[in-house]
């Protein structure tokens, strides 16, 4: 089974992926931890982003793990908490607007997805990688609200830029998440939409869940 969960940066995908995945029993997939992998990869290497060509070749050739415990291994190294810097997330959407990286990686996460049960959270999922997903969410936010959990996510890891700043990058991101030629943010037509602005992480969940329950009628419980 593939449940697929799109939408823009800080609307609480990755958060709610992993809660799920955790309660269903299902393999987490962290797309945006792939092209963070790749975009790191690349800082240190110190190739120029908009060499497109020489970038494809890197996601190609890159080795990307993610483990049952949320590790992120690029090349059998352990980067987890490197590819996590503003930098990087920064890199991380650049690298994500070249359409060859977009197909290398999708290839990679439909190669995760013919294994097992997965929820899969990213931005074209729904609408590229899984388009024929069991289940199909566009997660969003108000844009302030999702500035606030980037703010919070930023002070987790021991500090945060000033809110502006953060307010910039996510604006940025948006647009060249939606503008981009290959495989732009869009919810899927068959996609439920929900609002997460103002719930708790019980309360997405929780619905989340009962759809779920309507749209797989096969009897199976998700409680």
Request: glycine share 6%.
């Amino acid at each position: 089974m593939i449940i697929a969960i799109d939408g823009p940066a800080g609307a609480g995908k990755s958060t709610i992926a992993r809660r799920l995945a955790s309660r269903l029993g299902f393999t987490y997939i962290d797309t945006g931890a792939m092209y963070r992998a790749v975009a790191l990869w690349a800082m240190r290497r110190d190739m120029d982003t908009a060499d497109m060509h020489r970038i494809e070749q890197l996601a190609r050739a890159a080795e990307i793990e993610l483990t049952s415990n949320q590790t992120v291994l690029l090349n059998g190294e352990d980067v987890t908490t490197a590819i996590r810097t503003a930098e990087v997330g920064r890199q991380a959407s650049v690298v994500a607007a070249i359409p060859g990286v977009r197909r290398a990686l999708a290839e990679k996460q439909r190669a995760l997805g013919a294994r097992t049960s997965v929820i899969m959270e990213g931005r074209d999922i729904g609408t590229v990688v899984f388009p024929d997903a069991d289940v199909k969410i566009f997660l969003d936010a108000d844009p302030r609200e999702r500035v606030n959990r980037r703010l919070r996510d930023f002070q987790d890891q021991g500090g945060a830029p000033p809110a502006d700043a953060v307010a910039a990058q996510i604006r940025e991101r948006d647009q060249r998440d939606r503008t981009r030629a290959e495989a732009p943010l869009t919810q899927a037509p068959d996609a439920a939409y929900i609002d997460s602005t103002g719930l708790s992480l019980d309360q997405v969940e929780e619905k989340i869940l009962e759809l779920l329950r309507a749209r797989l009628s096969n009897g199976k419980d998700f409680s």
